[in-house]
């Protein structure tokens, strides 16, 4: 079992940046693929980025958003920069065996965090 904690979202503005934190529970963490989601008002959860060996990222974020983790602090963070009113939503860290930009295929999640970015 794996517990994830999110921190970090707040009210920025546009152009800002803020950095969101997932700190996970368990021995296990480094063999877990570690994933960030987001949802917006009325829209369905979707994939932002995820890290294994290797980063992936969805288009609307590349260049803007850096994800990394912290094997030793059992921590992934999100790096988010010149953030759009568009990035708004709650942020969800996940864990899982691989990533994946398909929900369904991560095993556990924090409760979210909520990201504003004002115009």
């Known amino acids: 079992q794996v517990q994830l904690i999110e921190s970090g979202g707040g009210l920025v503005q546009a152009g800002g940046s803020l950095r969101l934190s997932c700190a996970a529970s368990g021995r296990t963490f480094s063999t877990y693929a570690m994933g960030w989601f987001r949802q917006a008002p009325g829209k369905e959860r979707e994939f932002v980025a995820a890290?294994?060996?290797?980063?992936y990222y969805t288009d609307s974020v590349k260049g803007r958003f850096t994800i990394s983790r912290d094997n030793a602090k059992n921590t992934v963070y999100l790096q988010m920069n010149s953030l759009k009113p568009e990035d708004t939503a709650v942020y969800y860290c996940?864990?899982?065996?691989?990533?994946?930009?398909?929900?369904?295929?991560?095993?556990?999640w924090g409760q979210g965090t909520q990201v504003t970015v004002s115009s």
């Open positions: 996940a864990a899982g065996p691989f990533y994946s930009t398909y929900e369904a295929n991560w095993d556990y």
């Open positions: 890290i294994r060996g290797n980063t």
